[in-house]
């Protein structure tokens, strides 16, 4: 059993920043690529960040320079540090544990506005 939990959306000002925090759990025996999805009312889902076992960090060009993904203490922690926060960021945000098939958490609300 595998269970992934997000936290840390919220409302915020254009400008401003937020950090999400993600934590997988359960029968997780080592350390695999972790990643941020979001998705946008009536958009597709879109991968906006990710970290593999070895720290190799993957970022949509859409956010380069703004997020930033870090693991925590915790091997199966993954943070999302997001700055200088756009309202054409407001979307749910999903982590994504690539074990087997993928497992996601519930999703965090993030919304920016103008």
């Known amino acids: 059993q595998v269970q992934v939990v997000e936290s840390g959306g919220g409302l915020v000002q254009s400008g401003g920043s937020l950090r999400l925090s993600c934590a997988a759990s359960?029968?997780?025996?080592?350390?695999?690529?972790m990643g941020w999805y979001r998705q946008a009312p009536g958009k597709q889902r879109e991968l906006v960040a990710s970290i593999t076992s070895g720290g190799i960090r993957n970022y949509a060009d859409s956010v380069k320079g703004r997020f930033t993904i870090a693991r925590g203490n915790g091997r199966n922690t993954v943070y999302l540090q997001m700055n200088s926060l756009k309202p054409e960021d407001t979307a749910v945000y999903y982590c994504?544990?690539?074990?087997?098939?993928?497992?996601w958490g519930q999703g965090t609300q993030v919304t920016v506005s103008s």
């Open positions: 359960g029968d997780i025996f080592g350390i695999y690529t």
């Open positions: 994504n544990l690539d074990l087997r098939n993928g497992y």
